[in-house]
């Protein structure tokens, strides 16, 4: 079976194997306080062009997003999110297990939330006829860039938010869990410096693009930045031996490899793209990054999943079914011709 | 100005102040342990004709509530509730800031939630093609009898709601804040003995029918029994001249008083809605108990406010508006006759 | 049955029953917004000479204390309390169940904390040897005034304390269930003002001083005063009816009601501990307010129970038992003298 | 510098890292779906002899103590530990933060918590002469093995601790984040099979213990088990790529691995603590694994870290101090002789 369900299947991109090995029997103090986390660190913060900016590497997606919303809002707080938002729907309420309500946004297809949607919220409750105390006071908006639609925002849009973030008072956080893939796509006009400049905070996702694991945090703003090592370590993010984050994070920054290997996977991802067009069959969303959403008749689907692996995404109707088909840096040239292959095989035109 | 704005704006039934007043120095044991507490849910249980079930008193609405909701819930599970329900939009997120994400569902402008929902989203949880554990899960089911925009379920519909529920393992739970001018609305075809029947686990509202403050949790299901004393006291709901509590429950319920008062209120409050109709407005949803919805055009409105206190609902479009007009046990005929005057006076029939 | 066990054991002072009658059946705004809320509150700022705080009116003891708490905390910091400090022994750990830990620190019978065991644990903390970021950060000093043991704080002690505080960033938080006894002890030399210089919050307990039930917070630092609104809402403190917390505290604060009779009570205390110590029976706890601590052999204490109701304390050897003898603005001259009748009548001297 | 500070200096064990690396571009399911963790978890229930037990991988050990202890526990129950306990001193409040109260015992220099304690506090709950809903209720015990201090419970005394928590029906849990090195005492006269016999829950440290990171729970109470995995996600323990979790534990537990290497680290770890003792220095407290815990006069300490990090414990007296030195997996024979060597040199004895 050739798995195209997701993009964590695979270890690490071997750059980064190489230097965990090369370096596994150097001592070093624990908790993050090394010399490669250290590196790392200010590696992130040039790509961000942000130098007041703080970055903290976590080990997961679930653990960084609950944590940077717990450690900025308080009790009566809430975040605004897409209703499709991971947090919303993927991570099994762990930000109401912290105690916050998600104030919830109908979306489109892509995923995303526009400014409009923040105003209308943030005037309900500050300008609006209810005494506010009575309902959760929203404090944040969440993002993911890209969504898990795999759009973009791009830079307007990102300005936009910003904008009426600013306006009411609120936090603007992005979850880069595949920020690689949104920085690479090719319709991006945004860059990190852009996502630093305009996000309270922000992640820059390791474990989808081509680390074992772990997600750096960026936070631009000086009140998130107050105290978050406390809350990593409680929030249990804080890895023993953290210079196993620093050590990845250093490869993927030194020299560009982690848009690089993204950019590759988004390569792949569009020509799958094509093949299934070409081929008669319909997006479910339209996406530039390394997530591709199709919807394909059952039976046919039934025949490439004897030797694919994909994500059911959505039943669409009694006979079509909306998949997510994904790439990643380890993706090899070979399983994406052959998937394209029966993708023609089974192909509706040609 | 006469209130019409909502069912708390005086102190206590008559009957119920004299009760606090001939008791008011007698020495009893404090935390509810008293017989006055003893006798209150012993008729209670009469009531409901539930020999197996439990009373407890606690203080106020949105306290109650999220003192079930945790009490039962564990943490990585979730409550379903309409979206307009009480809990998620007018109690500060409490139930969020106990760690508990409230699965919220579309519903029409009765507030009301359906069978069909509850089982769809069961079963899209826990027979779906996602792996359930990333998700919330459903555990207990919301609803408010009546509801906060004024509607009664059937027995039919509760019976169904208890199926679904029994089906897929989830708790019912009612909030019965209006509970009286629910049992004795000219629509309803149930009664305690149905409420404690068909859910888990109900409440029975003092503070809007009666009382100076308290609600009956009436809990059928023995496994929301264990311990919930210990709910109450850490989440602030014991008081400690807990006989407060017994001895206006017991005023309430000794000669059948608490539906007596409501069903004035309820007469008072379907005159007010006749008044409305016949002369020309629109009923934005309608009620068969205490709170009555209409939508007015904004002149007339700001005439009527002159003299009267409505609650701001909905702005209906450019130049209407809809308010909820609310009787209580404490309406006095003389000022709902004033009432209906003055809309017979702007009306714009006859 | 005569009972010393607590001061609840009775519902409010006759005057307070009388304004609770007299206005029951006006109407006026919900959750405080009326009038009489905002004259109570004048009146104890005016008490409290403290132009700058805000004061809320909250149900309960514990409520109101978990409520502060949760709401100037973020999710890492721990509040210092005593070992026996309310909130660390009888509150079924709703400090905890909101999320901070009780850092809490030995004290002697007396109950009380001392500026240098602050001085010591924030040292320990912020300037320790350990990365402080693996512990919980110490921000707030919980203390009682008077304590659980019937102890108070001189002003000397409130104000090192307040030095302590100011000196390592920690919020001093004084628990006033039992203040009126506290401000009208013989050996009390703080007043209202002092507690207002000296706390950022502390509480004016009704529940045990005179009123059917009510904690008065007030607030006067800034910070916590911020959205507390939404605390109170979000943790189930706020009253629908919230006049009655407004009519109570009106009552006790216009005419120096709430010191009197509380002074009243203390006075009888101390009566009825002169008839122990001369009758021979130990002092468990030096009290100067209406909790009295005493040890009685065990088989004395089983006959003076079988007419008075005492709280168990603690078993103090194989037959001798600490208990409190509790007296309250409710307690009468006449049962007063009744027990000091029969201690005398048991004693082993004269 | 040579680092004797803590047993997390180093990366993994070089078959971990072999193995790691020639599956590093296998595809397979993401969340531990895959066939390596569940040969993982084969093995280990193979070593505890507990069919009916489950094993979950978790990626660190504050995040498995907390997800444990909140999984298991109510909202109004809390867990008996040493004040010394890990989660009471040591994970920033971590429990707390998920709601529940550490209810703190004293304990000696060891660091061991004993069944007579657990008693006492469970009977003072449980039949005690206060109504126990106004307090914490106990229904977990929480100890270590290895404790923080090096110690290690014997069979008995897991044995005396296990009936008490039947008694009182308690749970026992065990953070087991230095389990090989207590499996491999000297001293030990326990086994996995009698921690999966006693315990309801345990865990084996992986991160201590040879491997990158990775804890795994073992949970022999079904009760504990149902839907843990949820419990796993929420609280962002769910590692995307679990494999990683489950290579490094079948490296470990397929050829006794695991307490091989521990075993080969306590040898040194005694050979250091008795060049301490026969030169002079004080045993702090007595240890029979990887962690020693010596009193050193400050001059020397100093001149000892020249060369070595040790872990700073405790300041004994004005010129003294308690340091750790602890050796791991990782420890070499030749960094252990020069520490020794070095010792001998600064000794106050021949």
Redesign the interface.
């Given at each position: 079976?050739?798995?195209f369900n997701?993009d964590?299947?695979?270890?690490?991109h071997?750059k980064i194997?190489e230097k965990?090995?090369s370096?596994?029997?150097?001592?070093?103090?624990?908790?993050g306080e090394d010399g490669y986390c250290s590196r790392a660190k200010e590696l992130i913060l040039q790509a961000c062009d942000a130098p007041g900016a703080q970055v903290y590497f976590l080990?997961?997606?679930?653990?960084v997003n609950?944590?940077i919303i717990?450690?900025a809002l308080?009790?009566?707080q809430?975040v605004i999110s897409p209703v499709t938002g991971h947090i919303n729907?993927?991570?099994?309420?762990?930000v109401?297990?912290?105690?916050?309500?998600?104030l919830?946004v109908p979306c489109g297809v892509e995923g995303k939330l526009s400014a409009g949607q923040v105003e209308e919220i943030a005037a309900a409750h500050f300008a609006g006829?209810?005494?506010?105390?009575?309902?959760?006071?929203p404090k944040m908006v969440y993002i993911s860039q890209p969504t898990e639609n795999g759009a973009i925002y791009s830079k307007a849009e990102l300005e936009a938010l910003h904008a009426a973030c600013q306006k009411w008072g609120l936090y603007l956080f992005a979850d880069g869990a595949r920020m690689g893939y949104g920085l690479s796509s090719r319709e991006a006009d945004f860059t990190l410096k852009d996502m630093a400049r305009l996000c309270d905070a922000f992640t820059i996702g390791g474990?989808?693009c081509g680390a074992?694991?772990g997600e750096a945090a960026v936070l631009t703003n000086p009140e998130l930045q107050r105290?978050f090592?406390?809350?990593?370590?409680?929030?249990?993010?804080?890895?023993?031996?953290g210079r196993?984050l620093g050590l990845q994070f250093l490869t993927l920054f030194e020299d560009g490899l982690y848009t690089r290997i993204c950019e590759e996977a988004n390569r792949l991802a569009y020509e799958i793209a094509d093949a299934c067009k070409e081929n008669g069959f319909t997006e479910y969303a339209p996406s530039p990054t390394n997530q591709q959403f199709f919807i394909f008749p059952d039976d046919i689907l039934k025949k490439l999943e004897e030797k694919y692996h994909f994500s059911?995404w959505e039943k669409v109707d009694e006979c079509r079914t909306a998949v997510r088909i994904c790439t990643s840096w380890?993706t090899t040239e070979e399983n994406a011709r052959a998937l394209m292959e029966d993708i023609r095989a089974v192909g509706v035109k040609g």
């Open positions: 079976m050739i798995y997701c964590y299947t695979e270890g690490a071997p194997m965990l090995l370096t596994n029997l150097e001592q070093t103090p624990g908790y080990v997961g997606g679930t653990q609950f944590t717990r450690s308080r009790a009566h809430g729907v993927h991570e099994t309420g762990a109401e297990a912290t105690g916050h309500k998600i919830e006829s209810m005494p506010p105390i009575h309902m959760v006071q474990t989808k074992l694991f105290d090592g406390y809350a990593i370590k409680q929030n249990g993010g804080m890895l023993a031996k196993l059911f380890a």
